[in-house]
Nanobody, 115 residues
Framework: QVQLVESGGGWVQAGGSLRLSCAPSITNFAIYAMGWYRQVHGQQRELVARISIDKSIDYADSVKGRFTISQNSARNRVNLQMNSLKPEDTAVYYC?????????WGQGTQVTVSS
C-alpha cells in the first residue's frame, strides 16, 4: 500500500544541477533511513546517498562534494541536490526508504547528463 513518489529527474548538460525529491504516499510507520540509489543498465544498483534516523549521512565516493542529501523538517521527505553533474552520473535513480521491518523502493527516475 505504501508507494514512494519521486520527482526531479530529467536531462541536463554537464556541469548543471538537478534536485530529486521523494516521499512515501502513506506515513503511518517510523522511517529508519531514507536515501537514493542509482543503476546503469547492466550494472549493479549502488548507493548514492543515505540519511538515517540518527541523522548520520553516507555518500558514494563518486558524489562526495557534489551531491547533498537532506530531509524536510517533518523527516518524511528526502531530497538530493545534485550539482556539477557529470555524464557518468547518468542512471536511473531510485528512492529507498527503510522501516523497522521492511524497505520500500520507488519506481525510478531517469537522470541524463550530456557531455
Amino acid at each position: 500500500q505504501v508507494q514512494l513518489v519521486e520527482s526531479g529527474g530529467g536531462w541536463v548538460q554537464a556541469g548543471g544541477s538537478l534536485r530529486l525529491s521523494c516521499a512515501p504516499s502513506i506515513t503511518n510507520f517510523a522511517i529508519y533511513a531514507m536515501g537514493w540509489y542509482r543503476q546503469v543498465h547492466g550494472q549493479q544498483r549502488e548507493l548514492v546517498a543515505r540519511i538515517s534516523i540518527d541523522k548520520s549521512i553516507d555518500y558514494a565516493d563518486s558524489v562526495k562534494g557534489r551531491f547533498t542529501i537532506s530531509q524536510n523538517s517533518a523527516r518524511n521527505r528526502v531530497n538530493l541536490q545534485m550539482n556539477s553533474l557529470k555524464p557518468e552520473d547518468t542512471a536511473v535513480y531510485y528512492c529507498n526508504i527503510r522501516s523497522r521491518i521492511r524497505e520500500y523502493w520507488g519506481q525510478g527516475t531517469q537522470v541524463t547528463v550530456s557531455s
